[in-house]
């Protein structure tokens, strides 16, 4: 039986987000996922979608000749034949990441891909989903992103960097200011004042195409 996942859509941008900011990529964004992030910009992707085999999936990936694919969603992991794709993209040669909300397992996920893991501050309504012991999978290679809402978001966010050493354990801590509930100034001067080793990310996307489809 051929391996299939349930595609939202298949598309070629600039990266938005991560230590690849700016960079051409490929995105495969997969359909589904458990959450409901109240900030949540992909909410296109909760259902629908195509059924899709991993071999056309990679055929579609290559006609763009790119460097770096990222897999988004919805929540990827959701799928189990995600971790095959994830897999089948680094043997084909790709710089890979996997942007996951850390609700789900992710000792599976081949080591070549850098994991963006997501952990839900309490303003994102999911907090109780954080799945802490996935922190032991992570290496130099991949990266936590914490969404910001309030001075409050960015007070816990400090206290789990302090907790797990996440400056040390990973390769980029980012913190990033929910688009229009926090004020991007707001969230850089308490970076500086507090000296944290962490990397402000604005979302370059919602900067240049304002979130249109396709970027």
């Known amino acids: ?16 987000e991560t230590r690849t900011v700016g960079l051409p990529t490929v995105f495969v964004r997969l359909t589904g996922c458990p959450l409901r992030c109240q900030y949540c910009d992909t909410a296109y992707a909760f259902s629908g979608g195509e059924i899709v085999t991993l071999d056309t ?13 990222c897999v988004t969603g919805g929540e ?8 095959a794709l994830l897999t089948r993209l ?19 996920v081949d080591p070549r891909v850098s994991k963006v893991l997501d952990l839900k501050t309490p303003g994102s309504d999911e907090v109780q ?14 990266q936590v992103k914490f969404v ?11 206290s789990k960097l302090i907790e797990h050493d996440l400056a040390s ?22 970076i500086v004042a507090d000296n944290l080793p962490v990397r402000l990310q604005l979302q370059l996307h919602k900067i240049l195409w304002n979130d249109e489809p396709g970027h």
């Open 1 to 16: 039986m051929l391996e299939t996942l349930r595609i939202t859509e298949i598309f070629f941008s600039l990266q938005g």
């Open 57 to 69: 999936i990679l055929q579609q990936v290559a006609a763009y000749r790119p460097g770096y694919v």
């Open 76 to 83: 990827p992991l959701a799928q189990p034949n995600c971790i």
């Open 90 to 108: 680094c043997d084909a040669g790709y710089e890979v990441s996997l942007e996951t909300s850390g609700a789900l397992d992710v000792s599976m």
């Open 129 to 142: 989903r954080n799945r802490y012991e996935n922190l032991r999978w992570l290496t130099c290679n991949d």
């Open 148 to 158: 910001i809402c309030s001075r409050e978001d960015y007070d816990w966010a400090v």
């Open 169 to 190: 354990r990973v390769g980029e801590v980012l913190f990033s200011p929910s688009h229009q509930q926090l004020d991007s100034r707001a969230l850089a001067d308490w």
